[in-house]
């Protein structure tokens, strides 16, 4: 999977995952923009121009790459460098992260805020920054970074988790959006030994999840060839698993009679039991199950 002629826009990449994905794209003959604000975990300035060591690093391999080092809140100038430097954006992979962990009682509004305006909003810039360049050309790959406290939620992460899960939502919605396009989106949970994992684990662990058994999941879902879109996968430490939404078959009660509370509660077990399991994939999967129980067939509707 080769990227000669390709413009890849990685954010937060003066670290971590994302200086990983960096020095591989560019490996394979990418064009790298290589953005990050230089920032601590918890979002203060550090003084150090991280983006330039990276980019750095990839001169010294013989890779070409521009340094941009403005906050994912601004996504549009990070775009607007890869406009200015090489004519296009083919990838984008949204990685910018900070933390600001606390239990939900002592979150602050700050707390919340900044963590939602670099994960949910840098995304959403970024994103709609590039989404044109992407239409008119015919040709996108995005990557959403997600978190396994997106996914399956986390103590003292309300404002993490909440902005990993809204990645998943942006993930599947620009992918329908975008699929007409050749636009495919997808998002990634890693599992890698950053300074950011360096809060919540010991040496021995960090230093084994290597930011390096990441990255090819992303390269591959970059690739000319990839048709994959909207997935969720969980990757790290060489484990790469995708995700899917699963739903019990459900108890139907009668609209027509009506039911009461004491109803759901004497189903109970069968409205939990996951042996019959369905895999829902789109909005059309739950309407066709409430349209079912009000006896109206989809495709009529849809008609009309
Ligand atoms: P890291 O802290 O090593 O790197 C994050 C980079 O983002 C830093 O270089 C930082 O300066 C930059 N950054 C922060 N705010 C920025 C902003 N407003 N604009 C531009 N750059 C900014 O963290 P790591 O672990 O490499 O994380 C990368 C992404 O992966 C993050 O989104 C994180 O939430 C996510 N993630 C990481 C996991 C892990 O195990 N390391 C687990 C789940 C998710």
Known sequence: MYFDGRVVVITGAGAGLGRSHAL????????????DLGVSTHGENTHVNSAELVAAEIRAEGGESVVNNDSVENGEAIIKTAIEHYGRVDVLVNNAGILRDSSFSKMTDDDWVQVHKVHVLGAYKTSHAAWQYMREQNYGRIINTSSAAGIYGNFGQANYSS???????????????????????????PLAGSRMMATIMPERVVSALKPEFVTPLVVKLCSADNKESGSIFEVGAGWVSKLRWQRSAGVFFAPETGFSAEDVEAAWNSICDFTDAQYPSCPDDSFAQAFRNLQISLTDEAEQ
């Open 163 to 189: 902005a990993k899960s809204a990645l998943i939502g942006l993930t599947q919605t620009l992918a329908v959006e975008g699929g007409k396009r050749n636009i495919m989106v997808n998002a990634i949970a």
């Open 24 to 35: 591989e794209f560019a490996r394979r003959g990418a064009r790298v923009v290589v953005n």
